[in-house]
């Protein structure tokens, strides 16, 4: 091609030039320059891109199987009822799990209340006040170790530090297990929606006379809060259908969590995600099918919470 | 001129400086937050010295022996977690093989334009949803649907390439090949999410210079991008496999709580967060101290295996930043 062209703009002898473009475009092979799956290259590359299509296909299957299952095998059971009753024993049919969604929004509650303030006043400290300092850095390093801390050993500790201490099984005791969970989640993202906090905006305030204190709490919070409503609703998405922390915590409960008026706080409390682990491997029907109901119930609060979450941050988005 | 401060100010003026309250409050809140960072490094030092501090007499009792035993009476009084470390182990590196190939395939094809913007975004809210279901469910869903279909293909299997030391037991039930399915299933998104993250961050100019050197489109893939976003990849695997040391539920609804040492993946195995979620609850006083240095193991593996992969995530992106301006 380079030839051909220093020869155009040559263009004396119009024979040899012409010789010269014939040749170097018998030089070129132009069947290999079409996109044609006869070529090895291009074959391999469809094929490549053929298998990770499918791939991305196939991985979505588990998601839709669960949600079928759960809609097919616990929709058949939903009704009031479930809400209204506790659990059946053996060979009782009927029942519900109406403690056990108290008891898990009980104990989710109990764990907002201590991760979200804990989480949102650090995440400030890291933002705000002190972002570069070593404190910082290192508070950022065990947040991120937390995220990766499996759930089972925060019910260890909670069973240490708490069931060990009080000598009972409780609501408390399953709330600050998932506490421990929640508090990176919260933390992490508080922080970053803090962090997209326009500078412009904390100047003005500052130029105003404003202490950073004040900074913080007319400026920086008001226009971090969907950002932190994102991360707070994540935490408690994934606090809710924990099992793990609570197997050893708030153990399981046939009971309401409000007994004759009077609110058993320290005492064992159901949870839907340690009954569906304790109805799963039953062999009695009526209980495997409300493990199935609760499974649905779970799932659906759960999505709800996740999803609302993630609108908010769209919404910022956009805006 | 000469400025009197007292006369600039209108009588009517809202402005003044900060009151005593207000300096006192700054000064409090400012302690607060500070407090507030303080404990989170105290709590993971407090649950380090709690689970380590109650498996210490465990420690001492049982010494090393404990990791290489292999049977757990609580009767007798004889405690070994080698199956349980070997299960935890072999059931998370099958999860990573199989979740690593979907996660970084579907990393790819979600961030190499071979789809229109707004399909990927539905296809990676799919991806991410199967996150947010909770694991006692994905357990449930293991017994009831994964377990029965998996069984007639898994027996035959068996039947006629039992040889193989990986099919030399067939699958009666619960065992290593549907845990570890369902666990690759879970690590799933957090693999796809951190190596789509990272092969995002593989500057355009980079794929650009390949197709104009007449690259096809995954010879600028594999020659190009991937090297590029390995360190980051490899950290999303990393991430991954720490993520399924401990997960807890669907191993313990699913993996058959068997102490036994095997190759197989058909047969019931166990691990060590299996083995707390189902032992704790009954434990007596002195199980209980010995499934405190179980989970003391754990820890060291997960922290282990976390810190590796947080080291490596930083290094991937200083690395990036470092190189592209």
């Given amino acids: ?53 499918i791939v991305t296909v196939v991985a979505c299957i588990p998601l839709f199987s669960v949600l079928i299952m759960l ?12 809400l209204t009753e506790t659990p059946p024993s053996a060979f009782e049919s009927g029942g519900g799990f109406g403690n056990a969604i108290v008891g898990t929004l009980t104990m989710v ?21 002190g972002p570069k300092s070593k404190t910082a850095s290192a508070v950022r390093f065990c947040a991120k170790l937390l995220t990766g801390f499996p759930s089972i050993l925060a019910g260890v500790f909670a069973y240490a530090a708490v069931v060990l201490l009080t000598g009972t099984y409780s609501a408390p005791a399953g709330g600050i297990a998932l506490s421990i969970l929640m508090l990176p989640i919260v933390l992490l993202t508080a922080e970053e929606s803090i962090k997209m906090v326009p500078k412009k905006m904390k100047e003005a305030a500052i130029g105003m006379g404003a202490t950073q204190t004040q900074v913080v709490w007319k400026v920086i919070l008001p226009t971090a809060l969907p950002g932190m409503l994102t991360g707070v609703m994540l935490a408690v998405a994934r606090a809710a259908g924990e099992t793990a922390p609570l197997l050893f915590t708030a153990l399981n409960s046939n009971y309401w969590i409000v007994q004759d008026g009077e609110l058993a706080l320290m005492e064992p409390t159901a949870s839907l995600a340690v009954l569906i682990f304790n109805f799963s491997g039953v062999p009695f029907e009526s209980q495997i099918e409300l493990a199935w109901a609760a499974a649905l119930v779970l799932v659906l609060i759960v999505l709800i919470i996740n999803i609302g979450g993630q609108l908010l941050s769209r919404k910022r988005v956009l805006r | 001129m000469a400025i009197s401060l007292e006369g600039d100010v209108p009588s009517d003026s809202v402005a003044s400086p900060p009151s005593t309250f207000d300096i006192s409050w700054d000064r409090t809140f400012r302690g607060l937050t500070r407090f507030f960072s303080w404990m989170t490094i105290f709590l993971v030092l407090y649950i380090l010295y709690e689970i380590a501090g109650k498996a210490f007499p465990a420690v001492q009792e049982f010494g090393l022996s404990f990791v290489t035993g292999t049977t757990w009476d609580a009767n007798r009084g004889e405690f070994g977690v080698f199956p349980e470390i070997w299960g935890t182990l072999y ?4 999860a990573l093989a199989i979740g690593g190939f979907f996660g970084i395939s579907i990393a790819i094809f979600l961030t190499q334009d071979f789809l229109p913007p707004r399909l990927e975004l539905v296809f990676k809210n799919i991806v991410e949803l199967l996150a947010a279901i909770p694991s006692v469910v994905y357990g449930l869903w293991g017994i009831y649907v994964v377990i029965p279909a998996m069984r007639p293909t898994a027996n035959w299997v068996h039947e006629h390439l039992g040889w193989i030391p990986f099919f030399k037991t067939s699958l009666s039930g619960p065992g ?13 998104p957090t693999i796809s999410a951190v190596s789509r993250d990272a092969l995002s961050s593989v500057p355009h100019k980079l794929k650009e210079a390949a197709f104009g050197l007449g690259a096809t489109r995954w010879e600028a893939i594999l020659g190009v991008i991937l090297p590029t976003s390995a360190t980051g990849i490899f950290g999303a695997l990393v991430l991954g496999f720490g993520r399924a040391l ?16 095997s190759l197989s993946l058909f047969s019931p195995a166990n691990t060590l967060a299996a083995l707390l979620a189902n032992n704790f609850p009954e434990a007596g006083q002195q199980e209980e101290g010995v499934l405190m240095y179980a989970a003391l193991i754990l820890m060291a593996i997960t922290l282990l295996v976390n810190l590796v992969g947080t080291a490596i995530m930083n290094r991937a992106s200083s690395h990036l930043s470092g190189e592209v301006k």
């Fill in chain 1, 71 to 82: 809609m097919y095998r616990g929709g058949k059971r939903l009704g009031l009822e479930l």
């Fill in chain 2, 246 to 261: 401990g997960e807890t539920m669907a191993l313990a609804m699913l993996v058959g709580n068997s102490n036994q040492v």
């Fill in chain 1, 1 to 53: 091609m380079n030839d051909s062209d220093s020869n155009n703009s040559a263009g004396i002898d119009s024979d040899s030039e012409e010789i010269e473009l014939t040749r170097s475009f018998a030089d070129v092979d132009f069947p290999r320059l079409e996109r044609s799956l006869r070529h090895p290259r291009t074959l391999f590359s469809s094929g490549l891109s053929l298998m990770t299509g």
């Fill in chain 2, 91 to 94: 059931s998370s590196l099958l």
């Fill in chain 2, 176 to 188: 290593m090949l549907p845990a570890a399915l369902v666990l690759s299933i879970m690590v799933l």
């Fill in chain 1, 109 to 129: 509650g109990i764990a907002a209340l201590i991760a979200v303030p804990f989480g949102i006043l650090a995440a400030v400290f890291l933002a705000e006040f």
